[in-house]
């Protein structure tokens, strides 16, 4: 299984990023997905997480209004657009799939990860 995360950077605050995460080896459309981050010096937390079909998503309370997550399982990819990003959004973006039938929101509830993605905001 690999999960292989793309789009991260480094831009402005006030400016947009579309992060994607390619599945491979896995039945991808059986599997809930997750965003998480970790910054610097802090803990992994959720960002967002939608369910297997796409219809259900879930956003963290810090950046709803501002992410949104959706998903092609035709293309075994999920992305989250990140809009408005501020400094605090400065973090590593790891996508993760569950084999589950709800959205989990805790890390130890995932089965695979990616490598992750670095996203930067500057003032």
């Known amino acids: 299984v690999q999960l292989v995360e793309s789009g991260g950077g480094s831009v402005q605050a006030g400016g947009s990023l579309r992060l994607s995460c390619a599945a491979s080896?896995?039945?991808?459309?059986?599997?809930?997905m997750g965003w998480f981050r970790q910054a610097p010096g802090k803990e992994r937390e959720f960002v967002a997480g939608?369910?297997?079909?796409?219809?259900?998503?879930y956003y963290a309370d810090s950046v709803k209004g501002r992410f949104t997550t959706d998903r092609d399982n035709a293309k075994n990819t999920v992305y989250l657009q990140i809009n408005s990003l501020k400094q605090a959004d400065t973090a590593v973006y790891y996508c993760?799939?569950?084999?589950?039938?709800?959205?989990?929101?805790?890390?130890?509830?995932?089965?695979?990860w990616g490598q992750g993605t670095r996203v930067t905001v500057s003032s």
């Open positions: 993760a799939a569950a084999l589950s039938t709800v959205v989990r929101r805790l890390s130890y509830q995932y089965d695979y």
């Open positions: 080896g896995l039945p991808f459309g059986s599997y809930t």
């Open positions: 939608i369910s297997r079909s796409g219809v259900n998503t």
